[in-house]
């Protein structure tokens, strides 16, 4: 796959998925309706602690890749 292919490639993919993702939290957004849901603080301090240690850890990825034969000297 040459380089032009696999950037196209990748803004293709990067693009539909960061919608996905966009869309989930838009969705996910609905649970505030207190009218409809009852949560506590703590409930909602669980949820955002999760999302930010998964973008953390996604984010990390792209400047740290995984080692794919492990520890070299």
Do not use: H, W
Not at 46 to 66: D, H, L, M, Q
């Amino acid at each position: 796959m040459k380089k032009g292919e696999k950037e196209q490639r990748f803004k293709r993919l990067a693009s539909s998925r960061t919608n996905d993702i966009l869309n989930k939290l838009r969705v996910l957004s609905n649970c505030s309706n207190r009218s409809a849901y009852d949560y506590s603080e703590e409930d909602i301090n669980k949820i955002f602690s999760a999302i930010e240690r998964a973008v953390k850890e996604s984010r990390s990825k792209f400047y740290f890749p995984k080692q794919k034969d492990g520890f070299k000297l």
